[in-house]
C-alpha cells in the first residue's frame, strides 16, 4: 500500500480528484490517498498569511500524520500522473530524508491562478513533489507547532535539513508544461501556474491530457436505452 497525500483546495477541487483518478488509472499497486484538507487537520492552525493555496503549508505535516514511520508521497493537486507510480516509490533511498526534483529556473509569470503572485524564490517547486522518508530522524521536527511557526523560506527550502538529507528525483517525476513547454517522457505533469481547469489555462501547454483525464474521472457506462 501506498500513502499519497494531495493537496486539496476547494477553490479547485477538481484538481484533487483528476489527479487522484490519473494515479488509479495507472498503479500496478494498491494506493491510500490522503487528502490535505484544512478542515480536516482540526489539530493545526494555519498562521501563514502568504501562498496561492490552502496546502502550501500543510505538506509538511505528512511525516507526523504517518506517526514518524515508513514512506509516503506527497504532491500538489495540479498534477496529472502519467505512468506507474509504483516507478517513483521505488526511487525511494534511506539514506535521505526527502527526495524532490530539484527545480532551478525563473517563472514566466509573475501572476498566476486567481491573481496570486507568483515570486521567484530559491528551491521553487522543489516541495511540491515529495518523497517523504517519514521515520528519518531528521523529519521529526516537523511537528504541528513547527509548521505553524516556520516561515515559508525555512520550510520550502527545507533548512531543518542539512543539503546531503535532500535526495533528487528525475525531473520527469516534476515536469512543469506551463513554464518549460510540452514533454512526452513527462512522467507526472503539474500545471504550477494554474491548472487547465482554470478558463485562462485551459489551453496551456499538455492541457488536452488534464481535459482528457477529467472526462474518464467523471465517465460513467451506461446502459443502451434502445
Known amino acids: 500500500m501506498i500513502p499519497i497525500f494531495i493537496g486539496y483546495d476547494p477553490r479547485e477541487a477538481v484538481a484533487y480528484h483528476v489527479c487522484a483518478n490519473s494515479i488509479i488509472r495507472h498503479s500496478s499497486a494498491p494506493v491510500a490517498f490522503h487528502p490535505l484538507a484544512l478542515n480536516n487537520l482540526r ?3 494555519e498562521k501563514h498569511t502568504d501562498g496561492s493555496n490552502q496546502f502550501i503549508y500543510s ?16 504532491m500538489d493537486g495540479d498534477m496529472l500522473v502519467r505512468d506507474d507510480i509504483v516507478k517513483l516509490w ?20 509573475t501572476q498566476k491562478y486567481l491573481g496570486a503572485k507568483n515570486e521567484d524564490y530559491p528551491r521553487k517547486n522543489w516541495s511540491s513533489v515529495i518523497l517523504w522518508n517519514c521515520g528519518h530522524e ?11 511557526n516556520a516561515t515559508g523560506a525555512q520550510l520550502h527550502r527545507f533548512t531543518w535539513l542539512d543539503d546531503s538529507l535532500i535526495g533528487e ?3 520527469v517525476w516534476n515536469w512543469l508544461p506551463d513554464e518549460f513547454g510540452a514533454n512526452p517522457d ?9 491548472t487547465p481547469s482554470f478558463h485562462e489555462f485551459s489551453d496551456a501547454p499538455m492541457a ?5 483525464e477529467r472526462i474518464l474521472m467523471d465517465f460513467c457506462l451506461q446502459r443502451g436505452l434502445g
Not at 531528521?138 to 505553524?148: C, D, M, P, R
Not at 513527462?186 to 494554474?194: D, E, M, P, S, V
Not at 488536452?208 to 482528457?212: D, I, K, T, V
Open 43 to 45: 489539530f493545526y492552525v
Open 186 to 194: 513527462a512522467k507526472l505533469l503539474h500545471w504550477t501556474l494554474g
Open 169 to 171: 528525483l528525475p525531473k
Open 59 to 74: 505538506r509538511f505535516l505528512t511525516p507526523m500524520l504517518m506517526d514518524f514511520q515508513g514512506w509516503a508521497i506527497y
Open 208 to 212: 488536452g491530457e488534464w481535459h482528457r
Open 138 to 148: 531528521a523529519n521529526k521536527t516537523l511537528t504541528a507547532e513547527f509548521v505553524q
Open 90 to 109: 521505488e526511487l525511494r533511498d534511506p539514506s535521505k530524508a526527502v527526495l524532490v526534483v530539484k527545480h532551478d529556473y525563473k517563472t514566466r509569470m
